[in-house]
T-cell receptor
Framework: AQRVTQPEKLLSVFKGAPVELKCNYS??????LFWYVQYSRQRLQLLLR??SRESIKGFTADLNKGETSFHLKKPFAQEEDSAMYYC????????????FGTGTRLTIIP | DAGVTQSPTHLIKTRGQQVTLRCSPK?????VSWYQQALGQGPQFIFQ???????QRGNFPDRFSGHQFPNYSSELNVNALLLGDSALYLC??????????????FGPGTRLTVL
């Protein structure tokens, strides 16, 4: 069975400070990992996925298979980063279930 | 393109009733997934429809059923509603790309309250 753990329900960071949202997963195979974000009064939307290796809005995330982690990082937080962030796991092609963590609410303090 | 749309926005039902939620996928998408998001939790996978058939199902009872129409839109039906069914129901659509996991695009959700 797959599981995604986001240990922090709430995280407050000062503007300009570095941000790290933690995500750990358990899955025996080689999953695909995602970060989704939900801004206030908006729908859930994809922020980034590990296979694309892109930096979106200054955020990056590296898949660490040894530590089974996919932490989200940004060197300098901005006020518009305040949102709910969900880490999600997709097992592999042919198994369509997307498993989400419980989410971390990030608040950027001006 | 309005993206994924869902109706209704909000719904209030009483225990034992039945409810139908609707979803229209993003233009060009043929796959619809449904999720339940309880308060304070992440979305939980209910099932996915492709080519008008249920392709995969999460850990939900048979009271939860669905349908996909030829135009790829979908319905989620919940029978014999329980208080615990109160949640935000999310629909996500995606398209089949060759051998890859396609991104799921989410709708705004339907907030169901069971009294």
């Amino acid at each position: 069975a797959q599981r995604v753990t986001q240990p922090e329900k709430l995280l407050s960071v000062f503007k300009g400070a570095p941000v790290e949202l933690k995500c750990n997963y358990s899955y025996s195979g080689s999953p695909e990992l995602f970060w989704y974000v939900q801004y206030s009064r908006q729908r859930l939307q994809l922020l980034l996925r590990h296979i694309s290796r892109e930096s979106i809005k200054g955020f990056t995330a590296d898949l660490n298979k040894g530590e089974t982690s996919f932490h989200l990082k940004k060197p300098f937080a901005q006020e518009e980063d305040s949102a709910m962030y969900y880490c999600a796991l997709h097992p592999n092609f042919g198994n369509e279930k997307l498993t989400f963590g419980t989410g971390t609410r990030l608040t950027i303090i001006p | 393109d309005a993206g994924v749309t869902q109706s209704p926005t909000h719904l209030i039902k009483t225990r034992g009733q039945q409810v139908t939620l609707r979803c229209s996928p993003k233009s060009g998408h043929d796959t619809v997934s449904w999720y339940q998001q309880a308060l304070g939790q992440g979305p939980q996978f209910i099932f996915q429809y492709y080519e008008e058939e249920e392709r995969q199902r999460g850990n939900f009872p048979d009271r939860f059923s669905g349908h996909q129409f030829p135009n790829y839109s979908s319905e989620l039906n919940v029978n014999a509603l329980l208080l615990g069914d109160s949640a935000l129901y999310l629909c996500a659509s995606s398209g089949r790309t060759s051998g890859a996991t396609d991104t799921q695009y989410f709708g705004p959700g339907t907030r169901l309250t069971v009294l």
